[in-house]
């Protein structure tokens, strides 16, 4: 993975982004793509967002398989409210869509961007903050076993849902896939 460096911030594209990407573009409509990517655009939007407002700057921005990374420079007592903007942004478009009565894949996009970020895998949103907040403390060991069980139970359930109802899932379920070998170092 090579990497380009423009004005002290670090760009990079891993395969892995452009192998999800495929996938995108050979199992879903080509009407809901163009609608995919704002909605990620938004969520990425959130967390810059969020480093301008405390001040913070961007240290690199990795293009990878689970979705963009970006890190900013290290500010612990920001670290959570970066985590959660990004979701924040896209709950925020889908409340606004919600009660504007604006209905269609869009808004939903935007609920469903939401939520995947804030599953418990340490390379989305959600996991990140939960480590934030666990790490170092008693219940760190606790949390991460059940953690394991919710993500195991996860995958599950989205390859039931592929195989029985439609293969629109299939990228979501190889990627949960994905995001638990990669964290457990398979």
Do not use: W
């Amino acid at each position: 993975m090579k990497s380009l460096i423009i004005k002290n911030t670090e760009y990079s594209v891993k395969f892995s982004f452009l192998v999800f990407n495929a996938l995108i573009f050979l199992l879903r409509d080509n009407d809901i793509i163009m609608d995919f990517y704002a909605v990620c655009l938004i969520h990425e939007t959130g967390h810059l967002f969020a480093i301008a407002v405390t001040g913070g700057k961007v240290k690199s921005v990795v293009f990878g398989g689970t979705g963009v990374i970006i890190t900013p420079e290290k500010n612990s007592r920001h670290e959570l409210f970066i985590m959660l903007a990004g979701a924040g942004a896209n709950l925020i478009v889908f409340f606004v869509m919600l009660f504007s009565g604006i209905d269609g894949s869009f808004r939903l996009l935007n609920l469903a961007t939401a939520v995947y970020n804030l599953l418990p895998y340490r390379q989305l949103d959600g996991g990140s903050a939960l480590c934030i907040l666990t790490d170092g403390t008693p219940y760190e060991r606790t949390i991460n076993t059940v953690l394991t069980t919710v993500k195991i139970l996860f995958s599950v359930i989205l390859l039931a849902v592929t195989v029985i109802y439609s293969r629109e899932f299939l990228p979501l379920f190889i990627v949960s896939v994905m995001l638990f070998v990669y964290e457990r170092g398979i």
